[in-house]
């Protein structure tokens, strides 16, 4: 069992970044790649990116690609999404989960965190 815990989530203007991040708990963190999904009000969740049980890994959706960054930090047992030049469109519930594969399907995930909201106003 692995509990993940979202924090970070808040209002920020537009232009203007964040930092996310997904505290671990309970079985080894580094066992598991960990992705991030995202829900915006009334539509479906949909993938943000990937990174790899070490960290060598990551895969950032296009929509987010180059200003988005994923991380993680196994002796904290701690994932990371960095996002920097938000967008109004970025507004929504932002979640962590982790598998036991480098995968960005929700099927694939194992564990899953309650969320945290993002806002970004214009």
């Known amino acids: 069992q692995v509990q993940l815990v979202e924090s970070g989530g808040g209002l920020v203007q537009a232009g203007g970044s964040l930092r996310l991040s997904c505290a671990a708990s309970g079985r080894s963190f580094s066992n598991y790649a960990m992705a991030w999904f995202r829900q915006a009000p009334g539509k479906e969740r949909e993938s943000v990116g990937v990174?790899?049980?070490?960290?060598?890994?990551?895969y950032l959706e296009v929509s987010v690609k180059g200003r988005f960054t994923i991380s993680r930090d196994n002796a904290k047992s701690t994932g990371y999404l960095q996002m920097n030049n938000l967008k109004p469109e970025d507004t929504a519930i932002y979640y962590c989960?982790?598998?036991?594969?480098?995968?960005?399907?929700?099927?694939?995930?194992?564990?899953w965190g309650e969320g945290t909201l993002v806002t970004v106003s214009s």
């Open positions: 989960a982790v598998g036991e594969t480098y995968s960005v399907r929700p099927g694939d995930m194992v564990y």
């Open positions: 990174i790899n049980w070490s960290g060598g890994s990551t």
